[in-house]
């Protein structure tokens, strides 16, 4: 089994910064795309950014300029620098990851519990 712990989430004024992380542990063979994913209360769960193994990346147009993806491969973790935060940026954050288990394995869709990010005005 693959597990994923996000962690970092908090309150923080307006223009305020945030850095969340989020470590897969389990018998992981290899780890393709890593991400984060927002969700607000009465609304969807949307994708905020996303990393490659390779590291390329992907930003939801509501986040760039302001927030940067990274990881490290050696330590299977994902990173989320956010900053200038706005209050629509309030939300639970979510870490999702597709991890192999073996090498002749598929990859796994997993999900982390979400850690609360509030943006006070």
């Known amino acids: 089994q693959v597990q994923l712990v996000e962690s970092g989430g908090g309150l923080v004024q307006t223009g305020g910064s945030l850095r969340l992380s989020c470590v897969a542990s389990?018998?992981?063979?290899?780890?393709?795309?890593m991400g984060w994913y927002r969700q607000a209360p009465g609304n969807q769960r949307e994708l905020v950014a996303t990393?490659?193994?390779?590291?390329?990346?992907n930003y939801a147009d509501s986040v760039k300029g302001r927030f940067t993806i990274s990881r490290d491969n050696t330590k299977n973790t994902v990173y989320l620098q956010m900053n200038s935060l706005k209050p629509e940026d309030t939300a639970v954050y979510y870490c999702?990851?597709?991890?192999?288990?073996?090498?002749?394995?598929?990859?796994?869709?997993?999900w982390g519990q979400g850690t609360l990010v509030t943006v006070s005005i």
């Open positions: 990393i490659t193994s390779a590291g390329s990346t």
């Open positions: 999702n990851s597709g991890a192999k288990l073996t090498p002749k394995a598929g990859y796994l869709d997993v």
């Open positions: 389990g018998s992981i063979f290899s780890i393709a795309h």
